[in-house]
């Protein structure tokens, strides 16, 4: 661990080292590629120096306990030690934990696609809920969250697009993508009997044009008019958008804004998300060994959730996780269970360093 540890030390300083150089802010892609990195960094060279400083103290205080005759001064380095050695384990088990391999995905912005599936109208009231859910968690996090498409039902939304930006959104939110189940009474059920619905969320981290560039000449760009619900803005000009990614037939079709041009921009930007997204899984496929490491399949028909309200529970049922606050979580407070998420991911990142 320590050698990997001297090793980060040697490139961070050799990307401060770069960025010291006054040229590099002329070259824009190059610079923010390695402020990127060593910004990667940075948590691991502190924490490495923390644990040199405390280990150092440590040798002193051990020092102190042999050649000291002073008693007063001998239970000082007594407790210098205790505390030393006890937070040594800690930043040992931390550092373990951040040279982990990160998935290079993590710093991305995303988008997020909400869609009710079976239970009727009970299920575009959820898509609403968990609309509103996450939301509230973007604000506690500071992230900034936008409509790009939005369609109504009767009594709730069919399916909204929002975009996220923020630090480290794809790292939070990646665990989300899969089917969505909520168990409750509806509000039109006379007998008081528990329904059960779906929604689907699938989170999009977005390309940077660095990496992936959306080929124009496999998009066939057709216009048509607005109509029908779901339009924040329908109307009755050729102004609605419908784009296919000829190689996959992947579509998009938009009509929320009168302006034709605003409409194929939404389009195009959620047609680059879904191809992009479509190369990352299929790529991660791939790597068997790796997907072994990730909690779920990242597949869109995954049920990964269980929100139970009758019992006020919620249940992953990826990493068997139960909480019995489903109040809090469905107003936004997601922490925990992302957070136990991530605890188990690395776990099994973990385990599987330590066999390799």
Sequence with gaps: ???????????????????????IYDRQKEFKKISSERSGLEPVVQAY???????????????????ESDPE????????????????????????ILLLPKDPLDDKDVMIEIRAGAGGNEASIFVADVLRMYQNYFKELGF??????????????????????????????KYESGVHRVQRVP????????????????????????????????????????????????NTTDSAVRV??????TVVAIQDEKSQIKNKAK????????????????AREKEAAERKGMV??????????TYNFPQGRLTDHRIGLTLYSLDKIIEGDLNPVVEALITHNQALLLQGESEA
């Design 1 to 23: 661990m320590f050698d990997k540890l001297d090793a980060v030390v040697v490139r961070y300083d050799e990307l401060t080292e770069k960025l010291a150089d006054p040229t």
């Design 144 to 173: 900034k969250s936008d409509m790009i498409s939005f369609s109504e039902s009767d009594e709730g939304i069919k399916e909204v697009i929002i975009a996220v930006k923020g630090d480290q959104v794809y790292s939070r939110m």
């Design 244 to 249: 296919t990614h000829l190689p996959t037939n």
């Design 187 to 234: 509000k039109t059920e006379s007998q008081g009997r528990v329904h059960t619905s779906t929604i689907t969320v699938a989170v999009l981290p977005e390309a940077d044009e660095v990496e992936f560039e959306l080929d124009m000449n496999d998009v066939r760009v057709d216009v048509y008019r607005a109509g029908g619900n779901g339009g924040q803005s329908v």
């Design 73 to 96: 001064l001998k239970e000082m380095a007594r407790e210098e030690l205790n505390t030393g050695e006890k937070a040594l384990v800690e930043l040992e088990e931390r550092l373990k």
């Design 267 to 282: 389009a195009l930007k959620i047609l680059t998300a879904r191809i992009y997204d479509k190369m990352v899984r299929d």
């Design 49 to 67: 120096k923390e644990y040199k400083d405390i280990k150092q103290n440590v040798i002193d205080a051990k020092d102190m306990l042999v050649n």
């Design 296 to 305: 779920g399949t990242g597949d869109r028909s995954e049920r990964i959730r």
